[in-house]
């Protein structure tokens, strides 16, 4: 074993050297924070949304692993997925293998073993993805919420958006089991999960060291290492990965990442520990969405940029622990962490709406540490002769912030609109009970109360600055029924919350003109209810459907690039899910997924006809931005279906299609977004002695849509309204100032990569 690490550090440390060193340099000026990726339109509210709903239970079956493309034998802390307990027809739990046998072209991608999720990018791929699940765009993470190993990855009041989930340190290989969550229905789920809650655990240990080399279109190349081996009374397992890319782009992305992670783990299944430690860094450029006009017009070309010195760096370093504790009577469990991580990004989303000149590049900068505890006591027994189980737990977590915003020009700084120091503390008890009436009838019931509070020492206007404090409880209840004929049927209902940025909460002033801006409340209510089945009643099949509804009391955002908040009406979704595995030989694997929502914001918006009346007369500025009930960015279709073949020595391949469905872009549906299909595949052969030769083809049809899509207000020079509202000689514009400020309303777009091939060569030592 001491060859294996050796060896293992080897590779390590060749993958490090096989890109170039990252300077992640903090630039001198300090600027901040949070958005929507689309930027502030004038009017119409961007593509963020409320919090939405579902989640959990029921025993899911997960056959053996078909085509497993890791190649990694491993012991990990929920070895044996199919005895994983849900409580929702929504909930379920996916092996690392089984992931891992997917073709992933971002490491988030891992996550879309959720139904229903998808993950997207509309930047260069060192910034976190954009999330939609259940009828919500959830922009980088808000309201899914995503931990790894008990170790929260959304961050509040972040410089790019409330909840900000950054998922490019992970390393798919290292997964162990991922838990999906949908709803606000468990008391253990705080801020962020009122959509969803994905749990990721790692694995302790490898059965063999491994090492992989990737090679692929477009500049990508990718080196990783894994090893494990007894380390006193425990085993130590340390991975490395190193990554360069440039993309198809005309600007490349020339994007340089370094992953490694020690982690040592003791114990037995029962009564196990373990310590890890993680360390990430990484630079890129990016090629952002663009207007659609900029392409029709040939002024760019589909893989252009309007500002190709957008882009950004990024660092992560963290410990956390886990302990666990089960006898007949009782289990503990106790997750801590300390993270350290800094971002810097540079996006032009506008291009030269408010500075003709200069153009509207900004500049947003987050630094923190934060630290945090979650632990709860399991009390098994029986009250009245009925088994009971009964979790009582406390959550805490304290974030200290330095967050910033500037305008800027080629990363260049020539002014800052807002720069503050941020502190920011939770604390949480709950407590859920699980009681079992018959052999067939099981209840579920739970409460949670959050207390928050923070501290916003605004340096340019103390204006801004002040404290806040908010409290909040959060009842949970479902029913499981069965089974009857290998079929249960869920019921759930609760309540969550979402927490808005705290700059939002005590801002009192706009940055940009002075102007009184209203603050946001500090946590906010979202109610949701789901009706399930789970049936695996035709043998190899399992399926399951859950019909569910969400509805959120706001939609209040800080708005990253204008340092300000903008509020938006309650929401209310419903839909339905549907969820398919079967697989009736050993090699063959057939999945299926459904989901459909539709999402309605609730009561009327006087400013927003009020809006669309002074923009009278100039249809290019006043199209999309009507009064309507259309919540922008929210998917009513999202589905997908997949394929698998393979043993676990051989020949094996696996197709995969995503499909995308259209989305409102506006509150009036005038514009709508283009559906997206994906059809990505894989083929492979693994040899006895553990060596794997494998291809993934992503985008096989070479589809030319969009990744993704916003519709809001821009100006380029080349558009008659540019000139008409920045006269040259200085003349007084002869445009009316609202025309001027929202821009040309148009579909602003990322398009989709074209097709891409990865060869991957993997050996087992």
Not at 148 to 176: C, K
Not at 296 to 322: H, K, M, T, V
Not at 510 to 535: H, I, M, N, Q, Y
Not at 589 to 617: I, K, P, V
Request: aromatic share 8%; charged share 20%.
């Amino acid at each position: 074993m001491h060859r294996s690490l050796l060896l293992s550090a080897g590779i390590a440390l060749a993958a490090m050297l096989a890109v170039p060193a990252i300077s992640l340099a903090q630039p001198a000026t300090i600027l901040s924070p949070v958005e929507v990726d689309a930027p502030k339109p004038r009017v119409s509210t961007p593509a963020r949304q409320p919090s939405s709903a579902n989640h959990r239970r029921v025993t899911p079956r997960m056959a053996a692993p078909v085509a497993v493309a890791s190649g990694i034998g491993s012991n990990n802390p929920a070895a044996n997925v199919a005895q994983l307990p849900v409580s929702a027809a929504s909930e379920k739990n996916i092996g690392g293998a089984e992931v891992n046998a997917r073709p992933l072209s971002r490491p988030a991608e891992a996550l879309e073993v959720a139904p229903g999720l998808i993950i997207t990018q509309h930047s260069g791929d060192g910034k976190a993805n954009q999330y939609f699940l259940r009828g919500v765009n959830l922009d980088h993470g808000t309201d899914l919420a995503i931990s790894i190993d008990g170790m929260p990855v959304n961050m509040r009041t972040h410089g790019h958006g409330q909840g900000y989930a950054d998922m490019n340190f992970l390393i798919p290989e290292l997964i162990s089991v991922v838990n999906v969550r949908k709803g606000p229905y468990y008391a253990d789920e705080g801020d962020f999960s009122s959509v969803g809650a994905i749990h990721v655990s790692l694995i302790d240990s490898v059965a063999k060291t491994m090492a992989s080399i990737t090679s692929g279109s477009f500049g990508y190349n990718r080196a990783f290492g894994v090893t494990s081996g007894k380390a006193g009374d425990g085993n130590l397992l340390v991975a490395a990965e190193a990554q360069i890319y440039n993309g198809p782009w005309d600007d490349p992305d020339k994007l340089k990442k370094l992953n490694a992670v020690v982690r040592y783990s003791q114990g037995t299944p029962e009564s196990n520990f373990s310590l890890t430690g993680m360390a990430y860094a990484n630079r890129w450029n990016s090629t952002d969405q663009v207007p659609l006009r900029a392409i029709n017009s040939g002024q760019i070309g589909l893989y252009g940029a309007l500002d190709p010195s957008d882009g950004g760096n990024a660092e992560r370093f963290s410990i956390s622990g886990r302990y666990r504790d089960s006898d007949s009577t009782g289990a503990s469990k106790l997750d801590f962490y300390a993270i350290k991580s800094r971002l810097n990004l540079w996006n032009n989303f506008t291009f030269f709406l408010s500075d003709p000149v200069n153009g509207d590049q900004f500049h947003q900068y987050d630094d923190r540490v934060l630290g945090g505890i979650n632990a709860s006591h399991t009390f098994k027994g029986t009250v009245g002769g009925f088994r009971t189980e009964t979790e009582i737990g406390v959550q805490s977590r304290y974030d200290d912030i330095r967050v910033a915003l500037g305008n800027t020009v080629r990363r260049e700084f020539p002014s800052t609109t807002r720069s503050d120091l941020v502190k920011e503390a939770s604390a949480s008890i709950f407590v859920q009970n699980t009681t079992w009436w018959t052999d067939w009838l099981r209840s579920n019931v739970g409460w949670r109360g959050d207390y928050y509070n923070a501290s916003v020492n605004s340096l340019f206007n103390a204006a801004n600055s002040g404290t806040a404090n908010a409290t909040i409880g959060s009842p949970k209840a479902g029913l499981v029924v069965g089974p009857f004929a290998k079929t249960e049927l869920f019921i759930n209902a609760g309540e969550g919350f979402h927490s808005n940025d705290a700059r939002g909460v005590t801002i009192k002033e706009s940055p940009s003109d002075g102007s009184p801006v209203d603050a946001s409340p500090f946590l906010v209510k979202t109610r949701g209810a789901e009706v399930g089945l789970r049936t695996k009643l035709i043998p190899g099949l399992s399926s399951s459907i859950a019909l569910f509804t969400l509805e959120s009391a706001s939609e209040i955002l800080f708005v990253g690039d204008a340092g300000d908040t903008e509020g938006s009406r309650p929401s209310r979704r419903i839909g339905f899910e549907w969820t398919n595995d079967y697989r009736p030989v050993s090699w063959l694997s057939l999945e299926a997924d459904l989901a459909m929502t539709r999402a309605r914001f609730r009561g009327s918006n006087a400013d927003q006809a009020a809006a669309y009346a002074e923009l009278d007369g100039y249809p290019a500025s006043q199209i999309g931005n009507a009064p309507g009930n259309f919540i922008p960015g929210a998917p009513n279709m999202i589905a997908s279906a997949g394929i698998r073949l393979g043993e676990a020595k051989g020949w094996f391949g696996a197709l995969r299609y995503r499909y995308f469905g259209p989305r409102p872009l506006t509150e009036d549906a005038a514009f709508i977004s283009p559906a997206t299909g994906l059809l990505n595949g894989q083929v492979g052969y693994r040899i006895d002695n553990g060596w794997r030769v494998q291809l993934d083809a992503f985008n096989i049809l070479n589809s030319r849509s969009d990744q993704i899509t916003y519709a809001y207000g821009s100006l380029l020079k080349t558009d008659s309204l540019f000139a008409a509202c920045f006269p040259t000689g200085g003349g007084a514009p002869s445009a009316p100032a609202a025309v001027c400020q929202t821009g040309i309303m148009d579909r602003i777009l990322h398009p989709v990569e074209p097709l891409a091939l990865r060869v991957t060569v993997a050996g087992a030592f």
